[in-house]
């Protein structure tokens, strides 16, 4: 099954290197010389390192955000009692049923109307409250880390916030990884919102700049097209590279002995 998975990606890459006459010609597994001529080639119609770049930043951020705040959220659904806190939890649970895609007209003006338009903001601030996340944590969280330790920790005189990041942050770990892969990847993917959002060509994003391409003449080169994808594959395999060794993680096992 891994050697099944990993042929599209050796295509891509293999591909990557060869010119269109030689893709159109047959597929094969040995790397062509192209390489550099199909680079030149996609250059000249779009700086794709840019929109790596603003794709790296706006990911990067999206993802510690997320999941910090995320974090923080469902400790205290999970171990906090308030007025309102079921309404407000049932709240978050509809909001993952409704798509992002329906509101597109109303945060675009709402966007305009606080003028961030054009900026990143738009693209970074409402990521944080993701109620997935939020919910999927206060799961694994009320599983996994017993009241005991921060009842032990009060006592010690630690403060909510020292607990939270202390005793908590480190049991959730394992959980904020999983979902931190997931949370970089769609905003690596994401197309549709920098699209309506940003203006200015310098700062399109990685996805944008790939759909710019494939309107142009580099479509014509398969090549290019093939580089153009796999500069833009990897930063997600470097993400799930060093990510997943905190899935298997569950450093909270055996904390608690009753």
């Known amino acids: 099954m891994a050697v099944v998975c990993f042929i599209p990606f050796l ?7 060869r010119s269109n006459e030689a893709i159109l010609s047959g597929f094969t ?16 119609y779009v700086n794709i390192w840019a929109g790596f770049k603003n794709s790296l930043i706006i990911s ?3 993802t510690v955000l997320s999941g910090y705040f995320s974090a923080l959220t469902a400790y205290g659904f999970a171990f906090y009692t308030f007025k309102g806190k079921n309404f407000l939890f049932v709240f978050m649970l509809v909001m993952m049923m409704v798509p992002g895609q329906l509101g597109l007209i109303g945060f675009y003006e709402l966007s305009k109307n606080l003028g ?4 990143y903001i738009p693209l970074i601030v409402p990521t944080i409250a993701s109620p997935f996340v939020v919910f999927f944590l206060r799961q694994y969280i009320q599983t996994t880390l017993h009241p005991s330790l921060i009842e032990a920790a009060r006592i010690d005189g ?3 916030f020292k607990i939270f990041h202390t005793v908590a942050i480190p049991i959730m770990m394992p959980a904020i990884a999983t ?41 014509q080169n398969l090549g290019s097209m ?15 590279l060093f990510l997943s060794k905190y899935i298997v993680n569950s450093i909270s096992a055996g904390s608690v002995k009753e």
Request: glycine content about 6%.
């Open 60 to 62: 990067v951020l999206v």
């Open 116 to 119: 961030i338009l054009d900026t």
């Open 158 to 160: 630690a403060s909510e």
């Open 11 to 17: 295509m891509m890459l293999v591909n990557a290197t």
């Open 29 to 44: 597994l040995i790397p062509g010389t192209a390489l550099m001529e199909n680079y030149r080639t996609m250059m000249d």
């Open 179 to 219: 979902m931190s892969i997931f949370t970089f990847i769609g905003s690596w993917n994401n197309y549709i919102m920098p699209l309506v959002i940003l203006f200015s060509p310098e700062k399109y994003t990685l996805p944008v700049l790939m759909g710019f391409l494939k309107g142009s003449q580099v479509a």
């Open 226 to 240: 093939y580089l153009g994808i796999a500069i833009s594959v990897v930063p997600i395999m470097i993400a799930f």
